[in-house]
Structures are given as C-alpha cells and as structure tokens.
C-alpha cells in the first residue's frame, strides 16, 4: 500500500474490472474501466485536469481566475474539484434536462450554476454557447471549451489508454465506448493503435447521434433519440477528427438499460446509462471479434447520480425504460 500526494493525484489509474455477466454471454474477456472511481464519480475528472493544467501551462488562468464551462454535469462536477483544489472558481452551464442529483452536487462544490433551456446546437441559448458568452464577459475567465479543445483526449491517450494497455497485459482485441465529446474514444483508440494497430476500435453511438452514419456512410445524420446523459453527438467535434473508428453500432437506451439492470442485480455495480450503452457495445463488439477475445470498455459514471431518474421506476416508465 501507498499513500497519494494530493487529491488531484486521485485523478486516473482507476481499476479495470472483468465483468462476468458480459463475459459469459458471449464467450469473450469483457473488462469495464471504472471511472467512477474517480474523485468526482465519473470519467470527465481526467479531462477536466488536463485542461486546467493546459491553460495554466499557456498562461491564460491566472490565481483566483475562473473557469467557464458549459456541460452535461460531469466535466463540470471535474472542474469544480480540480479549482477548488488549486484556488479557482467555476461558472457551469448546464442544460435543465440532466439529473438533479448533478445540479446538488455542483452547487455542493461551490459552482456558480447557470441552467439554460434544452437547445438545438444551433441556437444562441445552447449550453455550449452561452457558457462561452459568460466566459467572454467575465474577467480572468477562460473557457474550457471541452469539444473543441484537445487537452480532453490527451487526458486518455496518456492516461486512459496506457492503463488499459498495462492492466491488460498488452493482450487486447478490442475497445469501444459511446461519444459526447469523443474524447475518450478517440483518445482511447489513438493510444491503443499507438501500442497495437490491430486493435479494433468500435463507437457505440446511442439513438439520436449522427456519428454512426458519419462512420458508416459518411453522412452525419441522427434518427430516433435517448435519454442517456452525457453522450450523443451531432459533429465531428475538434476532439473527434483523425479518431481510428474501425467499425460502429447503433446502441438503444433499452439494450444499455438492460446491462445496467444485470450489472446491478448480479454484479454489484451502479452504473450510468451511458455505461450501460458502452457495455451493450462491448457485447455487440464481442459478437463481431468472435469468441476468445480480450475486450474493454468504460464505465462513464456512477448510478448514485441518477437515483431521482434512471433508478426510478416512475421515471422510467414515462421515458418508455421498462
Ligand atoms: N458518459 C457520461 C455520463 C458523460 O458525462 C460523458 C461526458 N460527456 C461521456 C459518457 C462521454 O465522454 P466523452 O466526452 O469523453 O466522449
């Protein structure tokens, strides 16, 4: 045993669990990165302080300075406590739609929150917008702008996927994960190519993004929609370009409820929607590779902040979750 220098050092070298149920369904290895094991429950902490530490290497944040940041809740859930670890203070836009449990835990920290209607990307009032905006009007601002800035898939080529590498022995055939930013999947896939150009990077894109028909056909264009926080993409965001996506499935909110459902009642594990999409993707990667493989994915979050939504059975009824 050793002990951590600060808590921001907490940050990454999560554990890698074998996950039975999707293992023995399929006759694979299916092995979930648990990023909730994070100081702030989810996989966004890494993001959050590589673009910190990025801005304060540029020069642009100053002591006492703030960080703007419009989200689903968990990069700004990582901004908060990276800040409040180095002496910042944090302005978070949040669309109205997410989890309760998110907007409590921000308040909790001490973050400004700011909660915008939901929004088409092309409105004024999206998150992403107007958390630029309040970047722009406020002084000793800057804004993390986690789409378009690249110090987010960094976090996962040198954090994320040489641990996975390490903790796999160098013996993986596959990974996949569903998009928000595309950070991780392709700061995943680019570090794992790095090691090993054959390993088989998937995207498993949730109803209602256009990347799956980006990948597939080379036309972004989203049918249907999900519930799921977090992920979701209609662009190829600066954080995507050059990702080696080898191949993609299209992942329903109600297959990644299912494993969400098992996971919990047989394994122990409370998890988010979106991990439950990435796992379901795992079994459909698994199906694809063919038995005997070695396969990973990410466990985005914890379930404990969806407790008013995804764990309520009133909820999921009115979203058609059975
Ligand atoms: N799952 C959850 C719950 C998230 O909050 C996010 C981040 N938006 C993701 C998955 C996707 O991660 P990324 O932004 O790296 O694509």
């Known amino acids: 045993m050793h002990t951590t220098p600060d808590t921001l050092a907490l940050i ?44 304060e290497q540029r020069g642009m944040l100053q002591p006492g300075g703030t960080i703007v940041e419009g989200t689903a809740g968990n990069t700004g859930i990582g901004l ?18 997410q989890s309760r449990e998110k907007m409590d835990t921000l308040r909790a920290l001490g973050a400004e929150l700011v909660l915008v209607p939901a929004a088409a ?31 987010n898939r960094r976090a996962h080529i040198v954090g994320t996927a040489e641990e996975i590498w390490a903790q796999m022995d160098g013996r993986i055939d596959g990974f996949t994960c569903a998009a928000g930013t595309g950070g991780t999947i392709a700061g995943v896939g680019l570090g794992l190519k790095a090691k090993d150009e054959a390993v088989c990077i998937a995207l498993s894109d949730p109803h209602g ?19 799921a926080e977090g992920i979701g993409q209609g662009r190829i965001t600066a954080n995507l370009e050059g990702a080696p996506i080898d191949t993609q499935f299209r992942i329903s909110d ?10 919990l009642d047989e394994e122990g594990l409370c998890l988010g929607l979106s991990s439950g999409i ?8 698994a199906k694809h590779l063919g038995p ?19 764990y309520d059975p009133e909820w999921r009824q009115a979203k058609g979750l059975a």
């Not at 990347?211 to 049918?223: D, F």
């Not at 109600?254 to 996971?263: C, D, K, N």
């Not at 466990?299 to 939504?309: A, E, H, V």
């Open 121 to 151: 990307f092309s409105s004024p009032c999206h998150f992403v917008h107007t958390s630029r905006r309040i970047a722009d009007e406020t002084p000793g601002a800057i804004w993390a702008n986690q789409f378009d800035n690249t110090a």
């Open 12 to 55: 990454g070298n999560t554990p890698l669990v074998r996950l039975r149920g999707p293992s023995e369904a399929t006759g694979c290895d299916i092995f979930g990165k648990c990023e909730y094991a994070n100081p702030g429950a989810s996989v966004k902490d890494r993001a959050a302080l590589f673009i910190v530490e990025d801005a």
């Open 292 to 310: 005997g493989k070695r396969i990973a994915t990410i466990l985005c979050d914890t379930g404990f902040r969806y407790l008013s939504t995804l």
């Open 209 to 227: 993004a256009a990347l799956y028909n980006y990948y597939a056909h080379g036309e972004l264009k989203s049918e249907g929609s999900s519930v």
């Open 254 to 263: 109600q297959e990644g409820y299912a494993w969400v459902r098992r996971l």
């Open 278 to 285: 990435n796992v379901a993707g795992a079994v459909a990667l």
């Open 80 to 97: 908060a406590l990276v800040a409040n670890a180095k002496g910042y203070k944090t302005i978070i836009v949040m669309p109205e739609t």
